[in-house]
């Protein structure tokens, strides 16, 4: 390093002069030419040194702004007195920078603390589910059954009321979607609130083909349902029962969230034969219904809230505006960080396993459900041995990340699925912008997650935000260690949507105009709801995301918005 380049890179560095105590009082001076540590503003927290530490380590003992000073004051005498101008330049440019480091960790400590302050707040304002609680319905005799609204692979669903029979009029019959087009989904969507008016909530009845009747069996075999269950959703007899999870250990229970089902009731009951058994799933009926059938007496059913449709249902019939998919995107997002945050991995998120109602604004609000494939063991949280190949590495095969897709069984290794559930959601974001998913085609257009490149990727239509199909293109990168969290993603979104051209636009590393524009925003939201106009989804987004604040992850965001935006506008000067 050249004297003048060392010199250079110094005064570059001269927020930090402030520091030397030139301003200040002559005795500061003073203090600062000896090496005594100088602290401005609010102190420093410092390295206590420690006994048994040889005396070649006394720099470890000191605070990064003692170490500056210390710098800048030989720097200093350096220039003064004897030495080589190349290393009076080293040390006064050393020095300077150290303080200017300071400087920046203060601001990023007051940052941290506004961030915490906001996140506190807002984490005591416990999300309330609109369903009003019920102290009954343990039994499958407390609900009035209507028509089944849906059917998987290992449950069929059924609209329900507790406790009163519905109101029995013609036009309050399901209306089931299809993609012909011959049923608007306008009225639809009218005739299906109509049904939800009767039928405010929904059965999941499981199929029980080799668990066993007893409860304590049933229970056990099907506890990964139970991870979305509330503190009162199982009956306190019951509670107490083992729940020996796939590993042998008790599942987690998630907290509730309102991108995330909650299943309100949990109870084992007698196989009913409900309207279409027998025709759509007579295989899995007990012998006692249906001779040839294979099911055992008893299975589990789980009541929750009934919703008008699931997210393929709606977007096979319309197209939402590209505001509304990226609140819809984003939202998924949010279900996504609550379940990692919590130690639960979904590993079967499709649209078809995503619920959906409308705001009072029009506005979708979707619930992730269906959690019988869900990795939720309390020993291992997100990592889960992989040893042989009858370890379940999840559902649905198609959107299964590349990390658990390409993952080979052997000694010691261990799939990760931190980021798994986000890379399935931005393969979902094609079918909410209105394009097929790129893994579900087949054929020269069609992708496996196991063999793809980011660059064979299709294009989002030319109406979705830039910000938006950058957060896409992020959350589908190939290695997880390049591919941002959930939660980073989402506040990659949260930036776009409500920070200004101004927010998304500043460094990387001053946050201190993040954090006075977060207090702007808490401030909004708890006097406004979140600002004239906005919908109770946004409004709710919102308070998702101040309850979740993290300096490191706003400022990871702030970064791959900053680079995607300059990206983006080097592409137009070149073009």
């Known amino acids: 390093m050249s004297v003048k380049h060392a010199i250079s890179r110094g005064l ?9 105590g030139l301003l200040k009082p002559a005795a500061r001076v003073a203090a600062k030419f000896r090496g005594e540590r100088l602290r401005v503003g609010q102190p420093a927290r410092t390295v206590q040194p420690q006994t048994f530490l040889p005396s070649r380590y006394r720099y470890y003992r000191m605070s990064l702004s003692g170490l500056a000073a210390q710098l800048q004051s030989r720097g200093f005498r350096r220039l003064l007195g004897s030495g080589s101008p190349r290393n009076r330049g080293v040390f006064l440019a050393l020095g300077l920078g150290l303080g200017l480091i300071e400087q920046q960790l203060e601001d990023d400590r007051k940052s941290s603390a506004t961030c915490q302050e906001i996140q506190a707040l807002f984490r005591k304002k416990k999300f309330q589910s609109p369903q009003k609680p019920f102290t009954l319905g343990y039994k499958l005799e407390d609900y009035v059954i209507g ?7 290992n449950a069929a669903v059924y609209e329900a009321a507790a406790f009163a029979a519905p109101q029995d009029d013609g036009k309050c019959s399901l209306v089931e979607l299809d993609s012909s087009g011959s049923v608007e989904w306008q009225e639809a969507r009218a005739v299906r609130s109509c049904s939800i008016a009767s039928y405010p909530l929904a059965v999941k009845m499981m199929w029980n083909i080799g668990a066993g009747s007893s409860s304590e069996a049933i229970l056990s075999s099907m506890s990964q349902e139970l991870v979305p269950t509330g503190p009162q959703a199982v009956k306190q007899e019951n509670a107490v029962v083992p729940l020996n999870g796939h590993f042998g250990c008790v599942p987690k229970r998630v907290t509730a969230h309102p991108n995330v089902i909650r299943v309100h009731r949990a109870f084992t009951a007698e196989v009913p034969l409900l ?12 012998a ?14 789980l009541v929750m809230k009934n919703y008008p449709c699931t997210l393929r249902q709606y977007l096979e019939v319309t197209v939402p505006s590209r505001r509304q998919g990226a609140l819809m995107v984003l939202q998924l997002l949010e279900g996504v960080d609550h379940l990692c945050k919590q130690g639960v991995a979904h ?6 396993n995503v619920l959906l109602e409308f705001d009072s604004g029009g506005c979708p609000r979707l619930v992730i459900t269906d959690f019988g494939c869900c990795l939720a063991e309390r020993d291992c949280g997100l990592q889960l041995p992989f040893t042989s190949h009858w370890v379940n590495r999840g559902g649905n095969g198609c959107l299964m990340a590349p990390e658990v897709a390409t993952a080979v069984p052997g000694p010691g290794v261990v799939i990760d699925y931190s980021k798994a559930d986000a890379w399935a ?17 087949t054929g020269s257009e069609g992708l496996e997650s196991r063999r793809y490149q980011e660059t064979q990727l299709p294009l989002l239509p030319a109406g979705v935000p830039a910000d938006t199909q950058l957060v896409v293109r992020l959350l589908l990168r190939r290695s997880p260690s390049k591919r941002p969290s959930a939660r980073v993603a989402a506040d990659i979104l949260h930036l776009s949507l409500w920070g200004g051209q101004a927010l998304a636009n500043q460094d990387q590393a001053s946050m201190k105009k993040i954090a006075d524009w977060l207090l ?9 709801g979140g600002g004239p106009g906005r919908s109770s989804v946004e409004a709710e987004l919102q308070r998702c995301f101040l309850a979740n604040l993290g300096l490191e992850d706003l400022r990871m965001a702030a970064g791959f918005l900053l680079f995607g935006r300059e990206q983006q506008n ?4 070149a073009n």
């Open 275 to 286: 309207p279409g058994a027998r025709e759509e799933y007579p295989d899995v009926l007990p």
């Open 425 to 441: 959601v931005g393969a979902m974001a094609y079918e909410v912008f209105g394009r097929p998913n790129p893994f579900y085609s």
């Open 347 to 352: 590993r079967d998120l499709k649209s078809d």
């Open 520 to 528: 702007c925003q808490s401030a909004a939201v708890l006097l406004r």
């Open 147 to 153: 028509k089944q609204i849906g059917k998987g692979c």
């Open 570 to 573: 080097r592409g137009i000067a």
């Open 288 to 301: 006692r219904l249906n001779p040839a059938g294979l099911g055992n007496n008893r299975t589990l059913f």
């Open 12 to 20: 570059e560095l001269g927020r930090s002069v402030f520091q030397l």
